[in-house]
């Protein structure tokens, strides 16, 4: 059956797929092993473009509005709790960026290691959030329009990703690629 949420909760395993090759990076970084840039540059694309730029807009544009017009308020509650989620997620990704650079020409991987905790518990705990809270809510009044937002959210998909020049394909690639190369690199 398709909900108000099918295609968000698909990015979310996504999304943890590619938290948990970081997580794998970070164990690596403090045995003192060295993380090549074929790692680190494939996890700040995600990080930025399909986690901020694609999944992120399509709550923003599609499922917010929608539950705003369900009778949600946006400035208060969790619809805002959740927006100043994806800002702070934004934030902790720029530092990571930086940092992931300065790590890849100093090979000093004390902030890395920081940053990429920071990013992984705080997406950790917003995806427990809408998961477990703000996806049911939206589940339970959002039924009439089910379809409606589904086909929204495919539709800001493809948009988002058309503008990156790049598409759904790359980033399950990208993920299943990380997955295997983190885990090369503990052997
Ligand atoms: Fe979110
Ligand atoms: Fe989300």
Redo the contacts with the bound molecule.
């Keep these: 059956m398709i909900m108000s949420t099918t295609s968000l909760r698909k990015d979310h395993e996504l999304i943890e797929k590619v938290i948990k090759a970081m997580q794998s990076t970070i164990q690596l970084l403090n045995d003192k092993k060295q993380i090549p840039e074929f790692i680190l540059l494939p996890v700040i694309d995600f990080s930025k473009n399909f986690t901020d730029v694609c999944?992120?807009t399509k709550?923003e544009k599609s499922l917010f509005p929608a539950l705003e017009q369900a009778g949600l308020p946006t400035n208060m509650g969790p619809i805002a709790m959740?927006l100043m989620?994806?800002q702070r997620s934004r934030e902790i990704g720029n530092e990571m960026e930086k940092s992931a650079k300065d790590y890849l020409s100093s090979g000093n991987s004390e902030k890395l290691i920081t940053d990429m905790q920071l990013y992984v518990d705080h997406i950790t705990e917003?995806l427990w959030k809408?998961n477990n809270k703000l996806f049911m809510m939206a589940e339970a009044r959002l039924q009439h329009v089910s379809k409606k937002v589904d086909e929204e959210l495919s539709g800001i998909e493809k948009s988002q990703l058309n503008e990156l020049g790049k598409s759904r394909q790359h980033y399950e690639e990208l993920a299943e690629n990380l997955t295997n190369d983190v885990s090369n690199q503990g052997n």
């Design positions: 999944h992120h709550e959740m989620d994806h917003h809408e």
